[in-house]
Nanobody, 121 residues
Framework: QVQLVESGGGLVQPGGSLRLSCAASGSFLSIQDMAWYRQAPGKQRELVAAITSGGTTTLADSVKGRFTIARDNAKKTVYLQMNLLKPEDTAVYFC???????????????WGQGTQVTVSS
């Protein structure tokens, strides 16, 4: 069974930094696109950053210049480095990955359980 497990969330002051990690485990053939989403209370889930298997990245306008996404294919892990955090970054952050389990199947999308990030003084 494929699982995505996030870690690294917590409470940080405005202007601070956090690094989120998301590791994939289980039996599967390959991981394609990976991404981070976030959902603040009362708001829809939104894409924060994405990275292809080849390393091409996409960042939401609201986090450009502050957040960086990276992946370690050997460790089956995606990271989100968050700098210059603002109170409006407060949300539950979810990891997302398109994973090929069997050769005859198209990639399936998996989600992590989410990790809380709170930016407050």
């Amino acid at each position: 069974q494929v699982q995505l497990v996030e870690s690294g969330g917590g409470l940080v002051q405005p202007g601070g930094s956090l690094r989120l990690s998301c590791a994939a485990s289980g039996s599967f053939l390959s991981i394609q696109d990976m991404a981070w989403y976030r959902q603040a209370p009362g708001k829809q889930r939104e894409l924060v950053a994405a990275i292809t298997s080849g390393g091409t990245t996409t960042l939401a306008d609201s986090v450009k210049g502050r957040f960086t996404i990276a992946r370690d294919n050997a460790k089956k892990t995606v990271y989100l480095q968050m700098n210059l955090l603002k109170p409006e970054d407060t949300a539950v952050y979810f990891c997302n990955a398109d994973i090929v389990v069997y050769t005859w199947q198209r990639p399936s999308t998996y989600w992590g359980q989410g990790t809380q990030v709170t930016v407050s003084s």
